[in-house]
């Protein structure tokens, strides 16, 4: 479709390279001289946000590679030091994590755009094919990059799907231990995953050149369905495509910004902020939210040789499409039956991602079956009979026609269609939500934070009243391995300045060495030391604690959630979805009391009504007048909770200031640029019209 090159250079030096390797040439007959059908939407611009994902996604995960430790003991702690000492790690990481996200929403719609405008019918085939087979390795790609931070959701999620290959007759036990690299998840495992989530991405992006190159030869399709004839039918690619997706990217853009700077959590599961734990099961394993359909359609089969059967076909079945749908007509804009089946296929693929976040267990699992019938019946049963029986409206006679008549009419129903998606996407992620975190119990209540929303900080006063509670109540039994000294006198944390932290970790031995004789030895605390733990290994703080482990407070705030629910996770989206970590921590703190009459306590349990089972094996660990503020603060229970919350907060995230700061800026520059791109876009397209 591009066609040899008609590019020219005029310099010499030009015209002696290009006559030796016409790169440039073929740059020019690509992505500027390409012919590109005049009637193309904005669902059509996704093509160029998935290649800039790709891009995003390589960029990051290549340098944030350079930081991370693939080994079972180091991984986990690794991922939290690009986070915290790494410049800009944060940035890093949210970006790349937040990217995989983004990726697949760009991808989901991409694919729908391709199926309801019968992209996949000859002669574009192949086209279509290779898209499949690019879908499927970011589906690989994905998965093994949610094991790496070796989560607790990560390590059970592999644990889980990869335990999946031994329901294969005959050598299922086999490829199960050859993925492993033994005979559980390990070491070798998390190896062989790291290995893979760095090689795939290049494997992605030279099929997505076969994919561009399959492109160029068979032409684009459009909205239309119908066949480019004359030169009027046409635009070249650049400026008019460059300026149209360049919009539509920068739009994404603010989308996906939203997500890196004010809620960068959202979308990932918060058991991941709990080190992977080979003894301790979830109490859901869920995958994250762009594997859920296909996770609905894998529990809703009750063989599990069956279950997995299925999940892959309603993927394979995708490269069948170009056979199983013959309809003539391509578009549905013009088969009145197929545009409405099409709508359904889309609302069971979205209701199958809710039913994938919840429990596999009563109705769920009837619900599962009726619309895992549907989603296969849309391909083999709908489509075959649709393109025997149904009498589609009249095609134009061309694009130029389409253009005309499109011109003639209103706009057609974008911003709805983009609302459905929207709020599609919101159910499925809330679903996802309700399956992690439902246990039961009431529902802490949501307290009034500073730092709270896109714009909010930390109270300084209330930081520094909380590291104090920590230092005398909970540093007895928990530690916080992941904060240096050095952090109280950061920008965004207490306030102090360098030398109070200074003297705070001068005032704390650790220990160090061996030294010259071979010896352990304690010194006081520098400022590039972590704040050490109470105990010296895991046992002692188990024989300590009733054979309970003190989790480590700096990651308290992100790994302790709990169930928001339909529709308060859609105001979450917009401004307060961190503090719910926090409040679970103040209710807790706030929630001991005598047990229901009904109620047997375990023995050396107490009772408190925030947490799962209402048993906790720690007592009641402050009460009023316990610490002295000396701001005149009132010393009660109540004020230690919100400020200990808040404190711990802070040392989960102490970039947070500085996150919401840039995204600020960010957000700024993008919108201002996004009305530049548009009015530039309008200026160039009323040419074309």
């Not at 679970?584 to 009504?609: E, H, R, V």
Request: proline content about 8%; charged content about 15%; overall charge positive.
């Amino acid at each position: 479709m591009s066609g040899p090159s008609t590019y020219q250079p005029s310099h010499p030096a030009l015209q002696w390279f290009e006559k030796r390797l016409p790169l440039i040439g073929l740059i020019h007959s690509s992505f500027i001289a390409y012919p590109t059908p005049r009637n193309l939407n904005y669902w059509w611009t996704f093509g160029g946000i998935l290649s800039f994902m790709l891009g995003v996604q390589i960029v990051t995960g290549v340098i944030l590679a350079m930081h991370y430790t693939p080994h079972v003991d180091h991984a986990f702690n690794s991922v939290e030091a690009i986070v915290r000492d790494v410049n800009y790690g944060w940035l890093l990481r949210y970006l790349h994590s937040n990217g995989a996200s983004m990726f697949f929403i760009a991808v989901y719609i991409h694919m729908l755009r391709g199926l309801y405008y019968g992209s996949y019918k000859a002669p574009r085939e192949v086209l279509w094919i290779l898209g499949v087979i690019i879908y499927l390795l970011m589906m690989a790609t994905g998965f093994m990059g949610y094991v790496l931070p070796w989560g607790q959701m990560s390590f059970w999620g592999a644990t889980v799907i990869t335990n999946l290959f031994s329901a294969i007759p005959y050598v299922g036990e086999s490829i199960v231990t050859l993925l492993w690299g033994g005979y559980a998840v390990g070491n070798p495992t998390l190896n062989r995953f790291f290995s893979l989530h760095y090689l795939l991405p290049f494997v992605i992006a030279g099929v997505v050149v076969l994919h561009v190159w399959a492109l160029h030869v068979v032409g684009q399709n459009n909205p239309a369905g119908v066949e480019p004839k004359t030169e009027k039918d046409m635009v070249p690619f650049t400026p008019y495509a460059t300026i149209k997706d360049g919009f539509g990217i920068v739009c994404f853009m603010i989308f996906y910004a939203w997500f890196v700077f004010y809620i960068p959590n959202y979308l990932g599961d918060p058991d991941n902020y709990i080190q992977a734990n080979p003894g301790v099961t979830p109490a859901h394993i869920v995958p994250e939210w762009y594997y859920l359909p296909f996770y609905a359609i894998l529990r809703s089969i009750p063989s599990k040789l069956g279950g997995v059967i299925a999940m892959f076909s309603a993927i394979i079945v995708l490269a069948f499409l170009p056979w199983l749908d013959s309809a003539k007509t391509r578009s549905s804009k013009y088969r009145p039956l197929a545009k409405q089946f099409f709508w359904i296929f889309v609302a069971v693929c979205v209701l199958l991602g809710w039913l994938g976040g919840k429990p596999a267990e009563g109705v769920y699992i009837i619900a599962g079956r009726v619309l895992t019938f549907c989603y296969f019946a849309y391909f083999l049963i709908v489509l075959p009979i649709l393109s025997r029986i149904e009498t589609p409206r009249a095609v134009p006679n061309s694009i130029a026609d389409d253009v005309l008549a499109k011109y003639g009419k209103k706009a057609g129903p974008m911003a709805p269609v983009i609302l459905a998606l929207v709020l599609a996407g919101g159910l499925v992620m809330g679903g996802a939500q309700n399956a992690r975190a439902a246990e039961g119990g009431p529902t802490p209540p949501s307290l009034s934070w500073s730092f709270a929303g896109p714009f909010g900080t930390f109270d300084r006063g209330a930081l520094q009243r909380g590291y104090k509670v920590y230092k005398e109540v909970c540093a007895t039994c928990h530690s916080m391995n992941l904060v240096h000294f050095r952090n109280l006198a950061d920008p965004g944390g207490p306030g102090f300045s360098a030398a109070q932290a200074l003297a705070v970790a001068s005032d704390i031995k650790v220990q160090d060495g061996p030294n010259d004789a071979g010896d352990m030895f304690e010194r006081p605390g520098r400022l590039a030391d972590k704040f050490p733990a109470p105990f010296p290994n895991e046992n002692a703080a188990r024989a300590a604690n009733g054979g309970a482990y003190p989790p480590d407070l700096s990651l308290m705030a992100k790994a302790r959630n709990y169930d928001r629910g339909f529709p308060q996770f859609i105001f979450d989206f917009f401004w307060q979805f961190q503090e719910k970590g926090p409040n679970y921590i103040d209710a807790l703190l706030q929630g001991y009391t005598d047990p229901p009459k009904d109620f047997q306590l375990p023995q050396g349990a107490y009772y408190n009504k925030y947490f799962p089972g209402h048993a906790i094996k720690m007592p009641k660990p402050i009460s009023d007048d316990q610490v002295t503020y000396d701001d005149g603060t009132p010393q009660k229970v109540e004020n230690y909770a919100k400020d200990v919350a808040t404190f711990l907060m802070w040392t989960a995230e102490p970039h947070l200031e500085a996150r919401k700061k840039l995204g600020l800026q960010v957000m700024i520059f993008l919108i201002i640029f996004a009305f530049l791109m548009y009015f530039t876009k309008k200026k160039v397209w009323a040419n074309a019209h």
